[in-house]
Every structure is written in structure tokens, then in C-alpha cells.
């Protein structure tokens, strides 16, 4: 087990990890789990996707969809 430093940051409680631990994430998530606090990267929100969508740029769908009728297939 590996144990890492805990210092102040500003008003706040602050954690150096050790580089094994580094997080690709700019935001986790932080709960109790009995005496453990668990860190996890935080989970996108709807409005989180809704935003990246609104980013899009390019050829994106420029041509619409294709709403053409289904095949009609035989019933079973």
C-alpha cells in the first residue's frame, strides 16, 4: 500500500497522489465508503454530452438522415 502526503491549499484539504495513481480526468467524484474516502472519475452529465454535441463542427450530418420507408419483410 502506498501512502500519499495531505497538505493545505489555501482554505482546502489537498492530496499529492503518487505518479502511479495520476488521473487522466479533471474532475472525480469523491464519496465515503465506511472509512475509506474513494476517488473516481466524475461520470458525464446529460447536460455535460448536450454541450460537447453543440460543439460539433464540420460535415457533421450536413446531408440530414436517411428517412427513407422500411423494407417491409414478412411476418413470422
Keep these: 500500500m502506498r501512502t500519499a502526503k495531505v497538505f493545505m491549499s489555501g482554505n482546502s484539504q489537498a492530496v499529492r497522489l503518487p505518479k502511479e495513481f495520476k488521473l487522466d480526468v479533471s474532475e472525480v467524484d469523491i464519496f465515503r465508503q465506511g472509512d475509506d474516502i474513494v476517488l473516481r472519475p ?3 452529465s446529460f447536460a455535460d454530452v448536450i454541450a ?7 460535415e457533421f450530418m450536413v446531408d440530414g438522415r436517411d428517412l427513407s420507408k422500411p423494407t ?4 413470422f
Design 72 to 75: 417491409e419483410r414478412e411476418n
Design 52 to 58: 460537447q454535441l453543440g460543439r460539433l463542427q464540420g
Design 42 to 44: 466524475a461520470k458525464r
